[in-house]
């Protein structure tokens, strides 16, 4: 295990990037997914495309190997700095981040406003997930490389530089984690980052762990289609795996649609090719407002294509779509169903350059409540994003892109802020994506040793 009592989080940044853990194999392998033949060179093609990621035909230095965006504050850069900015920002590298005021680690923490506990993220520097607690220092990290994970060159496959970061985790009670390597695996790690079990089901995005330990996980192939004509396109499933890590059975979110009553979406999906719908969420309803939208039953799940900007509800028995929203927000992520009834979404704003956290009346899709920053504090992650609503009625916001992560309350001032620090290039012009901030209880859990 790896613990530090005190200290900031970049000492850490650096263990977690430089200090790997074993990752011995363990308990029963599922058989990996093997790509068709001549599909991995279309998957690599579409991901690129698809991911903000640094490719070799880009100018300047790159980042380390990982997930970066543009950080510095321009009025920090020499002429030549912002003239290669301007270079890198036209051929979309920069898309979607702009340089964040400044600070690192925890900027403001307001005690007695700020919800306490323990926060689980996720970075993109690295292949690794941390804990760390309200004023930054981290108190346990997990970490494991798609090498580590996949050892033999033969099952692991090519990579894309997207695979060398963790997309999204999720903490289990015993202190272990699951993992997605985007487009390509889940893993599952023990609380020392030694492997249970690994399924290459070419996991993306997210999962989600039912009361039984099953899990969901969206997952993706590349299919080829000739009445879309030559080029390849990217279809989402959701996937459902046993405790062990096998799979038991899948729906394809694309055929649900096409056999539901929602013609116009269905009308758009077909019409596209390469990343059709980008389904980027799933969580599982329980039924609680089934009275108010008869479509929330308890199994049905909650989706969000980033692509078609749409919700939908997926009736998983039936294989259908049986809901959807669309509204004013584009490009989303993470929809959340609250307590109230209501969804939460990140919007990302699509081209707007503007991003907003949305509260949303599910049955006529009225705005009852939203945070879209200021002129003086604006914010706008161009993809990822998430947003959950605390116990104490704050809302903790994810701006992925710029590495930050947000407390505000309902009049939208900001009781807790963490920048990432892991940043990265000659004048710390790259900061790492914060993929996701998740706010736990306070109390340190059985399977972590309190620090001294």
């Known amino acids: 295990m790896t613990r530090l009592s005190s200290g900031p989080l970049l000492a850490t940044v650096v263990?977690?990037?430089?200090?790997?853990?074993?990752?011995?194999?363990?308990?029963?392998?599922?058989?990996?997914?093997?790509?068709?033949?001549?599909m991995v060179t279309a998957e690599e093609e579409l991901a690129a495309a698809q991911e903000g990621t640094w490719s070799d035909d880009q100018v300047g230095e790159p980042p380390p190997k990982g997930r970066w965006q543009r950080a510095a504050d321009a009025s920090e850069l020499s002429t030549e700095q912002r003239a290669e900015i301007k270079e890198l920002e036209a051929i979309g590298y920069a898309s979607g981040s702009r340089p964040p005021a400044g600070g690192s680690g925890v900027t403001v923490h307001l005690a007695g406003r700020a919800l306490a506990g323990l926060n689980f993220f996720v970075s993109g520097h690295t292949?690794?997930?941390?804990?760390?607690?309200?004023?930054?220092?981290?108190l346990h990290t997990w970490s494991a490389t798609v090498e580590e994970v996949w050892p033999d060159p033969a099952e692991r496959g090519r990579?894309?530089?997207?695979?060398?970061?963790?997309?999204?985790?999720?903490?289990?009670?015993?202190?272990?984690?699951?993992?997605?390597?985007?487009?390509?695996?889940?893993?599952?790690?023990?609380?020392?980052?030694?492997?249970v079990w690994k399924n290459r089901c070419r996991a993306h995005h997210d999962l989600e762990v039912l009361d039984d330990g099953d899990?969901?996980?969206?997952?993706?192939?590349?299919?080829?289609?000739?009445?879309?004509?030559?080029?390849?396109?990217?279809?989402?499933?959701?996937?459902?795996?046993?405790?062990?890590?096998?799979?038991?059975?899948?729906?394809?979110?694309?055929?649900?649609?096409?056999?539901?009553p929602f013609t116009e979406l269905a009308t758009l999906a077909a019409?596209?090719?390469?990343d059709v719908l980008h389904t980027n969420t799933i969580a599982r309803l329980d039924g609680r407002f089934v009275d108010r939208?008869?479509?929330?039953?308890?199994?049905?799940?909650?989706?969000?294509?980033?692509?078609?900007?749409?919700?939908?509800?997926?009736?998983?028995?039936?294989?259908?779509i049986v809901w959807t929203m669309r509204g004013d927000f584009r490009e989303q992520h993470d929809p959340r169903l609250l307590?109230?009834?209501?969804?939460?979404?990140?919007?990302?704003?699509?081209?707007?350059r503007a991003s907003a956290v949305i509260e949303l009346d599910p049955g006529n899709g009225a705005v009852l409540w939203e945070y879209?920053?200021?002129?003086?504090?604006?914010?706008?992650?161009?993809?990822?994003?998430?947003?959950?609503?605390?116990?104490?009625?704050?809302t903790l916001i994810t701006e992925s892109d710029n590495g930050r992560a947000f407390e505000v309350d309902r009049a939208g001032e900001i009781v807790w802020e963490f920048r990432n620090p892991a940043r990265a290039g000659q004048e710390g012009e790259y900061v790492a994506t914060l993929f996701e901030v998740v706010r736990l209880s306070p109390a340190l859990p059985a399977w972590l040793e309190r620090p001294k």
Not at 16 to 22: E, K, N, T
Not at 271 to 274: M, S
Not at 303 to 311: G, V
Not at 340 to 348: A, P, T
């Open 15 to 38: 263990l977690l990037g430089g200090v790997l853990a074993s990752c011995t194999e363990s308990g029963p392998q599922p058989t990996p997914l093997q790509p068709e033949r001549g």
């Open 127 to 138: 292949s690794g997930a941390g804990l760390m607690d309200m004023e930054g220092r981290v």
């Open 159 to 195: 990579t894309l530089l997207g695979n060398h970061f963790w997309r999204r985790a999720h903490l289990e009670s015993d202190g272990g984690v699951l993992a997605i390597f985007e487009a390509h695996s889940l893993v599952k790690l023990d609380r020392d980052s030694r492997v």
């Open 215 to 260: 899990i969901l996980v969206l997952t993706r192939e590349v299919k080829l289609d000739p009445g879309r004509g030559p080029r390849p396109f990217l279809e989402d499933f959701v996937t459902r795996l046993g405790p062990d890590g096998r799979e038991k059975r899948r729906v394809s979110v694309l055929a649900a649609l096409q056999d539901s």
């Open 271 to 274: 019409a596209k090719n390469g």
């Open 293 to 320: 939208l008869p479509a929330f039953r308890a199994g049905n799940l909650l989706l969000s294509s980033r692509e078609l900007s749409f919700l939908a509800v997926l009736d998983p028995e039936a294989g259908k």
């Open 339 to 352: 307590d109230s009834g209501n969804l939460l979404l990140f919007d990302n704003g699509g081209k707007r």
């Open 372 to 394: 879209r920053g200021s002129a003086g504090a604006p914010f706008h992650s161009g993809t990822c994003g998430t947003a959950a609503r605390l116990a104490n009625g704050n």
